[in-house]
């Protein structure tokens, strides 16, 4: 380990940690998932005096330094911008992180009844290891979209008056042959369906005790009350979906209904020093950069919060990195500025600098076949930085120039900001990729940094207080840049 930044800060300092810590903490209870996150972000920055570029663009009024605006793509992916005092041709300053995490994903036609026990089918999104998601309370978020347009939201199992639910694992007496299993095969992608319900409905129950008692009952009623006997839990949950949400069977299909450990973000050890909690991948980076993004109201360079969704399925899609989004966001941007130009665009793109703000592996001492100790991120020591990711022979990274950590590492120390230089686990064992190669597609300065997390991608994840706290001192510091 290096020097362990606690030691270090004055009681003021402590103070402004804790307060950033008990705001992150509060973010990651709303934001569960990336839809949440933007709307939880656009509420955050309208107070902090950010407009819907939406409405700058209907008013027609051109955008002037010290302006802040904001732009969302599809309720998934966010943008916000404060106009610095140099145009914004000449480069920006963009911090970039993701707002989508490792979750299960109900699926589109998903409800069913198995003996008496309702489930909703599922698909996992992003790396896990499917064994971690069983035997724990879970909660479900989303919205339903009804064929009218209507969009109701859905968030069951975070209040403590909730119901939770849970995916279950097979007992450990009769667990000798699956406990012989691979990880990778303990708990299969389809056993990942989630029990929502056991209580059949009344008045199916009701049908079914009538035809019995009643002498004339047709013999082939037989079988049609066996099925609806079995359907029984399932026409319940139907119910109480039509009488909370007004939605029918058929609404699944356009439902986005995510999977997520139910409960809040805690405090995690005796000296309080860690925050464990579901979603930090990558939400530490997406919170602490937002928070410096609306701290920052004056710079000569334009500031830039990217918040993107898909990241942990490689950034595809519209509301991933590699749509046109960003891009088109800057060229509206420049039409408000400079006047439309094509080739300011590119200009913009090229002459900004960014950190491509993802979490990175903490070294844990539990696993340290796993890591190279001297290339490691430790826990408390300061905002981590990435030079490059990638795996066997850091394929698929982006290489971040010299020159350009170097003109970091200046501005960092001048303002005592902790930072670290790492590289996630032991050559050759594997690896993780970012937004960070898209945007250099643009050929800007990218370089990957972070917060070192301990249990990445498990359902709860360990971050330290004080990388939370160096995180926002060192996006606040490149914001001035
Ligand atoms: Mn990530
Ligand atoms: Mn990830």
Redesign the pocket.
């Known amino acids: 380990m290096k020097d362990n930044i606690w030691s270090a800060y004055s009681s003021e300092q402590l103070k402004e940690l804790d307060l950033i810590n008990e705001k992150y903490k509060r973010c990651l209870d709303a934001g569960k998932t990336e839809r949440e996150c933007v709307e939880l972000s656009v509420s955050m920055a309208k107070e902090a005096g950010y407009r819907d570029m939406e409405d700058v663009l209907a008013s027609g009024q051109p955008l002037k330094a010290g302006d802040k605006v904001y732009a969302v793509n599809m309720k998934k992916m966010l943008a916000l911008f404060c106009i610095g005092e140099e145009p914004i041709s000449s480069g920006m300053n963009i911090l970039g992180a993701?707002i989508d995490s490792p979750r299960i994903d109900v699926k589109q036609n998903p409800l069913y009844e198995n003996e008496g026990l309702a489930y909703l089918d599922t698909h996992y999104y992003g790396g896990i290891k499917k064994y971690q998601w069983v035997a724990q309370p879970l909660a479900l978020h989303g919205v339903i979209v009804k064929k009218d347009g209507s969009v109701k939201k859905v968030s069951i199992g975070e209040d403590e008056h909730d119901p939770v639910f849970v995916i279950t694992d097979l007992l450990v007496h009769l667990a000798q042959e699956q406990m012989e299993k691979k990880a990778s095969k303990v708990i299969e992608g389809e056993k990942l369906d989630l029990l929502i319900g056991n209580c059949p409905l009344d008045s199916v129950l009701d049908e079914i005790s009538g035809a019995k008692n009643s002498n004339s009952a047709p013999k082939e009623a037989g079988e049609a009350e066996k099925k609806e006997k079995k359907e029984a839990v399932k026409a319940n949950v139907l119910r109480l979906l039509k009488e909370k949400y007004d939605m029918a069977e058929e609404d699944f299909t356009s439902a986005e209904l995510e999977i997520v450990p139910a409960g809040k973000a805690r405090d995690c050890g005796l000296d309080r020093s860690m925050v464990l909690s579901y979603g930090q991948?990558?939400r530490v980076c997406a919170f602490t950069s937002l928070f410096a993004m609306l701290d920052v109201t004056k710079a000569r360079k334009t500031g830039c919060c990217l918040l993107v969704d898909k990241?942990?399925i490689g950034s595809v899609g519209a509301t991933g990195m590699h749509s046109r989004f960003f891009e088109n966001t800057v060229a509206e941007l420049i039409a408000l500025t400079e006047g439309e130009s094509d080739l300011k665009v590119r200009r913009a793109l090229a002459r900004s600098r960014m950190l491509s703000s993802?979490?990175s592996a903490a070294y844990d001492p539990m696993y340290a076949e796993a890591f190279e100790k001297r290339s490691s991120a430790f826990l408390a020591n300061g905002l981590t930085f990435n030079k490059f990711t990638g795996s066997r022979g850091k394929s698929g990274s982006n290489d971040a120039n010299a020159e350009y950590i170097a003109a970091l590492r200046k501005a960092l120390d001048d303002e005592n900001v902790a930072y670290q230089f790492a590289e996630l686990g032991r050559v050759d064992l594997g690896g993780g990729g970012?937004i960070a190669y898209i945007m250099a597609n643009y050929g800007m300065e990218v370089i990957d940094s972070g917060v070192a997390v301990l249990n990445m991608h498990a359902p709860y994840e360990v971050t330290s207080k004080a990388d939370v706290y160096e995180a926002v001192k060192g996006y606040r510091t490149f914001l001035k840049m």
Request: charged share 60%; no cysteine.
């Open positions: 993701h991948d990558d990241e942990e993802d979490v970012t």
